[in-house]
């Protein structure tokens, strides 16, 4: 069997920083039992397509788990002495420390192949203003995809994929094609298996920094690149 090692591309304080951006609510005011919700909808749709996520995707879940728990407990007005946290106020801090690591990685990495480009590259116009689309992203475009085939299968045996060539396969349509945009790129296929497949072969292909994953701005159309390193 397959899998991709999901925590070479996100952990789950990306994808609550995801869900946070994605329902444009407050970081500071967390609807804790939305997002719990999505949350615990997105590990399931990881195990569906054969994501292999980490220990601490469960972790995180358990943790938004008992926060709503406590959210749902009676509340008794406290005295001066005894105002209580909010439960999420934890959750809050990581969160900010976290988005503020990744925007500082975002402008390291920005710099960096802003070198690249003086030194080594030649500027690639059309990529230009975009920015990688995240794993998330990629899995909300995906879902979209899979619930419009109007075939009805079974369970997923992921086995009978042979993803390695798959990978090929997209490699030498690359080699063709500068770039295709996500929803057309997996247009020829027709069952779930053979989405799930290329998914897998896709996100692999990512992780070895042979293919890339962008948008204009979040929540807009994604684009595959072939990587120009």
Do not use: C
């Amino acid at each position: 069997m397959h899998q991709v090692k999901l925590e070479v591309f996100e952990g789950p304080l990306d994808l609550l920083l995801h869900l946070v951006r994605k329902n444009e609510v407050d970081i500071f005011d967390i609807p804790i039992h939305q997002i719990t919700s999505q949350y615990l909808d997105y590990l399931a749709l990881m195990r569906d397509y054969d994501l292999n996520t980490t220990s601490e995707f469960l972790v995180m879940a358990a943790i938004l788990i008992q926060i709503k728990s406590k959210m749902l407990l009676p509340r008794i007005e406290p005295t001066v002495e005894e105002i209580e946290e909010d439960p999420r106020s934890e959750l809050t801090r990581m969160l900010l420390e976290y988005k503020e690591y990744k925007e500082a990685a975002h402008f390291l990495n920005e710099r960096r192949e802003s070198q690249d480009k003086v030194y080594s590259r030649t500027p690639n116009k059309d990529t230009e203003g975009f920015v990688e689309a995240n794993l998330f992203e990629l899995l909300d475009a995906f879902a979209k995809l899979i619930q419009k085939r109007e075939e009805r299968v079974g369970e997923i045996i992921a086995d009978e994929i042979n993803i390695a060539q798959r990978m090929e396969e997209l490699m030498s349509f690359f080699e063709r094609t500068e770039r295709k945009s996500f929803s057309l790129l997996l247009s020829k296929y027709r069952t779930k298996r053979e989405l799930i497949a290329t998914l897998l072969a896709l996100l692999e292909l990512v992780r070895l920094r042979k293919l890339r994953v962008l948008q204009s701005e979040p929540f807009s159309e994604i684009w595959i690149y072939r990587d120009a390193a």
